[in-house]
């Protein structure tokens, strides 16, 4: 199939789970032959390793600059919006929109629109030609605020309520357009359906199971491990929480435990906030299977963010013994049986004590830690391998394909010169 692929993000390098999740869906449709023409608006440049990564994969790879956050006319549209923050800043991009519109001159058998957010710059073009299209949440945006809002202060937390107001106004405006809306997971389709008004079909998130295959924690090591992308607000959240309410705990239990958070955009100020010598600051690293092989647990301590969270599934292939709050595994299809009894999947809990408890309990005993993580391995290689989600993702598109429009004749070409460079 011919398919115009749309983000608001370059998927390479991966630095997030969003990111991930794109660039293996890339890399599975690609293997499956359709042509694919990835259309990006990116707020980094498009350097040799991206376009090394990305380029094989696609038939063409279009990059446009997105405008910096603190540029005056980002601001002043912020300022002025009756959109919400998110929409506003990736919004109004005329380059983008006339790119976009040139390439619906092409007949398609699928069109599909990355994050609600994302939508502005194509809406008025699709619009207007009728054209079909299937937009991806990777989230149910208006959801995700409180993690960030009620934490400012009370004046600007009202601010904050009312963007909430304007995301869930923006998605319902969204998703109604939409001929196809994509979730992640079980629970964001059914909020995205009551929202849109109809079906909501899933694709899941994956894992690339034979890479983290030949990973073997090491339970000596005393180590857990928090990975996140720290631009999104949940895992700021769970850093402070797991630092301030859990670690506490689990010291007094086992005094030698070491704590590894690593991730993209790790702020600086953390180290000096939270100073003690048991605390490994890894910031973003380019092989995740290096800092898992040196640990001997992973803690997923989220209390926002819906969908379901890649980095649970890189965890779980790796092997590694999982403790996490409710939050931190939704989305994933572990049942009650597979979460209770003598021999878990994985260990639950959403108060502090208990998630130190726990933790505790696989530090100390090695070889029940061990069992757990071949366990969990071995049920997400069997559910949850991004062939999985790139089947999913296949029956979308044939869908998609039967309502695409017909037209006579081959595609037309594209005059020289007109095509936005790649950036």
């Known amino acids: 199939m011919r398919v115009l692929w749309t983000l608001p993000y370059l998927p390479w390098p991966i630095t997030s789970g969003g990111k991930a999740r794109q660039y293996h869906l890339l890399r599975q449709m690609a293997a499956r032959g359709h042509a694919i023409t990835l259309l990006v608006q990116s707020k980094t440049p498009l350097d040799e390793a991206a376009r090394a990564a990305l380029q094989p994969l696609v038939e063409r790879l279009i990059v446009l600059p997105r405008r910096p956050l603190k540029h005056p006319l980002t601001l002043l549209r912020v300022a002025l919006s009756t959109r919400p923050l998110l929409a506003t800043v990736n919004g109004h991009a005329p380059a983008l929109s006339r790119t976009f519109a040139r390439l619906l001159d092409q ?33 149910v945006e208006s959801a995700l605020g409180a993690a960030t809002y009620d934490k400012w202060p009370l004046p600007l937390r009202l601010l904050g309520g009312a963007d909430r107001w304007r995301q869930r106004r ?35 998130n994956g894992v690339d199971t034979q890479a983290f295959a030949e990973v073997q924690p090491d339970a000596a090591a005393q180590r857990v491990l928090f990975v996140g992308n720290f631009e999104y607000a ?11 309410e859990i670690a506490p705990r689990l010291w007094r239990a086992r005094p030698q435990a070491r704590i590894a958070i690593c991730g993209h955009a ?14 490994e600051w890894h910031g973003w690293v380019p092989d995740l299977r290096d800092v898992q092989r040196q640990a001997s647990a992973f803690i997923a301590p989220l209390r926002a963010g819906g969908g379901s969270k890649l980095k649970v599934l890189e965890a779980l292939a790796a092997g590694l013994p999982l403790v996490s709050t409710r939050e931190g595994i939704s989305g994933l299809g572990l049942s009650r049986r597979q979460l209770g009894g003598p021999a878990p ?62 037209r006579a004749g081959p595609a037309p070409a594209t005059p020289a010169g007109q095509e936005a460079p790649c950036a």
């Open 107 to 139: 007949p398609w058998d699928v069109v599909q629109i990355e994050h609600s957010y994302g939508f502005e710059p194509y809406a008025a073009e699709l619009a207007q030609r009728g054209q079909p299209f299937v937009l991806t949440e990777h989230n």
């Open 170 to 204: 923006w998605e319902r405006q969204v998703l109604s357009c939409a001929a196809t809306v994509i979730a992640v997971c079980d629970e964001d389709a059914q909020t995205l359906a009551r929202i849109a008004q109809r079906p909501a079909r899933v694709v899941g």
């Open 234 to 244: 949940p895992n700021l959240d769970a850093v402070a929480w797991l630092l301030d």
């Open 266 to 279: 790790l702020p600086a100020a953390w180290p000096r906030r939270w100073s003690d010598a048991r605390i």
């Open 345 to 406: 999947l994985v260990r639950v809990a959403d108060e502090p004590q208990a998630l130190a408890d726990h933790l505790a309990g696989l530090l100390q005993d090695p070889a029940q830690a061990r069992r757990q993580g071949e366990a969990a391995r071995d049920w997400v290689c069997a559910h949850h391998d991004w062939s999985s989600a790139a089947a999913q993702l296949q029956a979308v598109w044939e869908a998609a394909a039967r309502l695409a429009p017909r």
